[in-house]
């Protein structure tokens, strides 16, 4: 049944209303898109998108969590064929006691596999692996006229939607080329750098040497500590380098979930004295070195949404992810960032550093090869507006880019540099959806 509900993303800022229609299937699909008004339509899965890219004021938005079957599985060729609401912690318990995980995964597991196309996700093994979209052969996509088109990697519109953010139709089914593993655990090297310049010589170093690399960065530190951090790196385990006792068991898939956050948390929270005690604690809490420790999938990639609702930690001002990646060679511009940061005395909660391989070719998918950081800031602060414009330019003087998964505060003004294959992703997208059916807040906030 169809409600008018006021939306936001993971962030909690700028709600909007729209209303909300289940996606139960094809045919009531087709007659939401056929019927739109001049308001148009999004799909929406989980909500996991920071900002405003599954908000769609005065419009309608589909609700495609329903659909979430999985069509099938092929053991032998480890390919899955699944409706667009099933997400990857379902796909995570489902397969991998068959030895088979998602071949990406971000840094939550309750997105959808629509919502992991739509802002083609990436993880800790883009290095190696690229993005979700590269192990995708097919996605079933409804467009602006109600057929339904399928899509291999070889169609101009696939690469449309893959990173396209829900604008060129309703994703309805994909089959996803899932990894083969022997367990449900990883083996996990940990180092402390003891600055950025530490930081980025280790991953330039040997990062080609594991599948996994993240690095946690304390944002709040500066001058000589400046970028100090925890860099994790591993892979998946192999059933024979596990203790004996989890053998029998090693592809079991049972993630601990941590109380849920409640309701309502002060604003201000988590401030710069909260983060600084916290950073302090989480660092020397790291080894400062430790080879071979057995983590679970759940712990290595998904410490966090450990706890339901974290965003609410954030209090009723919400928060905002900023995402920048800049080109290798402009690694003084990520300096200069996290100065700007620790200048700035904005505490990011969550600050981390990945490295990029090879792009793909999604008109608008984020990764491309360079450094990516990601901070989480709460909204409220006098100076955070400021501060976020002038890493704006830095990261547009570099030649990089912010996630449109993670923006709701990007001028249009940027976007066209930003994103140089932007015109031919609006030529593909206008032949698709010609009187502009699909569309959100993120659209007409970005002119896209």
Same mark, same amino acid.
């Not at 080894?287 to 410490?303: D, M, N, T, W, Y």
């Not at 940061?341 to 070719?361: H, I, N, P, T, Y």
């Given at each position: !049944? ?10 909690? +800022? &700028? ?8 996606? +139960? ?66 796909? !995570? ?18 997105? +959808? ?10 993880? *800790? ?16 996509? !409804? ?5 339904? *088109? ?52 280790? !991953? ?8 996994? &690399? ?17 860099? +994790? ?32 948390? =002060?604003?201000?929270?988590? $401030? ?12 020397? *809490? ?24 974290? $965003? ?41 550093? *990945? ?52 923006? &709701? ?24 959806? =010609? ?14």
């Amino acid at each position: !049944m169809s409600a008018r509900r006021a939306l936001t993303g993971w962030g909690r +800022t &700028s709600p909007s209303v729209a209303t909300v229609v289940p996606a +139960t299937d094809d045919d009531a699909i087709r007659r939401v898109i056929t019927g739109a008004d001049r308001r148009g339509v999004v799909a929406r899965g989980l909500g996991r998108s920071y900002g405003d890219a599954a908000q769609n004021a005065g419009g309608v938005v589909l609700d495609v969590t329903g659909r979430d079957r999985v069509l099938r599985v092929d053991v032998e060729s480890a390919e899955v064929e699944v409706e667009a609401g099933a997400s990857l912690d379902q796909l !995570m318990r489902l397969l991998l006691p068959l030895g088979l995980f998602v071949p990406v995964t971000p840094g939550t597991r309750q997105v +959808t596999v629509g919502g992991a196309l739509a802002a083609d996700v990436h993880g *800790k093994n883009h290095h190696v692996d690229g993005s979700f979209g590269q192990h995708v052969s097919s996605i079933d996509l !409804m467009v602006a006229d109600g057929s339904v *088109k399928r899509l291999t990697p070889q169609d101009a519109l696939f690469w449309a939607t893959v990173g396209g953010m829900g604008l060129t139709g309703v994703i309805l089914r994909a089959t996803v080329q899932m990894t083969r593993v022997e367990s449900a655990f990883c083996i996990v090297d940990t180092e402390r750098c003891h600055d950025l310049e530490d930081l980025l010589a280790r !991953m330039t170093e040997g990062d080609h040497r594991y599948t996994y &690399s993240v690095a946690w960065i304390d944002c709040l530190a500066g001058g000589s500590a400046l970028g100090r951090s925890v860099l +994790t790196r591993g892979w998946s385990a192999r059933r024979d380098q596990l203790p004996s006792r989890r053998r029998d068991r090693a592809t079991e898939f049972r993630p601990h979930q941590l109380a849920v956050a409640p309701p309502v948390f =002060p604003s201000g929270l988590l $401030n710069r004295a909260t983060v600084t005690a916290f950073n302090e604690a989480w660092y020397r *809490k790291a080894p400062r070195e430790r080879r071979g420790e057995v983590q679970s999938i759940a712990s290595f990639f998904h410490l966090l949404v450990a706890g339901a609702q974290w $965003n609410r930690i954030y209090g009723p001002r919400g928060f905002l992810q900023y995402q920048l990646v800049v080109p290798f060679g402009a690694e003084e511009t990520l300096r200069r960032c996290l100065e700007l940061l620790s200048e700035s005395r904005q505490a990011s909660f969550l600050a981390v550093l *990945k490295r990029f391989g090879a792009a793909d070719d999604g008109h608008l998918s984020f990764p491309t090869p360079g450094w990516t950081l990601a901070l989480d800031l709460p909204v409220g602060a006098a100076v955070l507006g400021g501060l976020l414009e002038r890493l704006d330019a830095l990261v547009l003087g570099a030649g990089g880019r912010l996630y449109l998964a993670k923006d &709701s505060r990007l001028p249009a003004s940027a976007i066209a540099q930003m994103y140089p294959r932007l015109d031919e992703w609006r030529a593909i997208r206008a032949d698709a959806d =010609p009187h502009g059916v699909f569309t959100s807040d993120l659209a007409r906030r970005l002119d896209l």
